[in-house]
């Protein structure tokens, strides 16, 4: 924070970003070793890519774990939204943005959902988003009876294809979300507010700040970025498929805490995200092309995950022994 309490746009500069961008670089050296198409323009368009639908979610789970909160059901939410356009416009002949702010709608309504069963019957975020996680994904299959939904519109398919100066839409997408959700974090009240209620909650409602109407607003965005990541996918595809994005939120919320976002609220920044999902994403990819079996990815990404929690306890302890410290100088 300055002088003034705001706090500033903190791009991926400080010493955790750093040592990531060193964390990302080693990463794709190890792989290339092992197989020389790695590092290709190409390939890394393709890592961009398949990092669209984990960044889109990855920014939700940035102001949810910054705000003490969590949401297991990202995946299931994207499958379920992918699924849902695609019935409105191959179905029922919707037209494509009509269909897309409905499932956008729909989507930031389960967010309300969410909030009630955090809020109102005071469930913990975990358990409330898994009960969420178990519904979307039987109604994903429930919609076209656990078939695709194929998808032939044209304005449809072309978000998924269409590319700008050579980079695919899909990509532009995701940098617009993090400059306007980053900015939004960083300069304006309700990021301020976001990072209170994540520091301490009782503290932030005796401010007058309301963590209610804050966390209603986390899941609203939530489940509006999994609609669109869910679309995006959707598009790639061209089918609506109620088996995509298993373990979506896993590979975010590593990301997430990766890119050094606090689990136990109150600290992180977008930059950091960025990097993270962009390290998750760079290694999940060079475990497919040195041909690691799926069965043993799982453990890789499971131990990346222990690693990253590992590290957020580091930070934090060292984040309390300064504090401790800084006011033993003030005595």
Known sequence: ?????????????????????????????????????????????????????????????????IAGLNDLSSGSLAAFSGVMAALFVSNLGMNFWLALFLTIIIAAIIG???????????????????????????????LNNGKAVPVSNETFITLGKARFLTIPLTV???????????????????G??????????????????S???????????????????????????????PSACVNLEFDSITGVILGGVSFSGGVGNMGGTILGVLLIQAF????????????????????????????DYLRKRNREKRLIADSMKNL
């Open 112 to 142: 309300v959902f969410n909030t009630w069963m955090v809020c109102g019957i005071k469930l913990d975020p975990f358990i409330a988003t898994l009960v969420t996680q178990a519904i979307l994904r039987g109604f994903a299959y429930i």
């Open 1 to 65: 924070m300055n002088k003034t309490g705001k706090r500033n746009f903190q791009l991926p500069i400080n010493g955790s970003n750093i040592v990531l961008l060193f964390a990302i670089i080693g990463v794709t050296i190890i792989f290339t070793s092992i197989n020389k198409n790695l590092f290709s323009y190409q390939n890394l368009i393709n890592i961009l890519i398949a990092a669209s639908l984990t960044g889109l979610v990855a920014i939700g789970h940035t102001y949810l774990i």
């Open 284 to 311: 999940n990819t060079g475990l497919t092309m040195v041909g690691v079996q799926s069965f043993w990815q799982y453990v890789a990404r499971g131990a990346l995950l222990l690693i990253a929690l590992a590290i």
């Open 172 to 190: 532009w997408i995701l940098i617009i979300g993090y400059i306007v959700f980053g900015f939004i974090l960083a300069k304006t009240k309700f």
């Open 192 to 209: 301020r507010s976001v990072y209170a209620i994540g520091g301490n909650k009782i503290a932030a409602r005796l401010a007058g700040l």
């Open 211 to 241: 963590p209610k109407k804050i966390i209603l607003t986390c899941y609203m965005m939530m489940g509006a970025l999994c609609a669109i990541g869910g679309i995006i996918l959707a598009a790639r595809m061209n089918s609506g498929q």
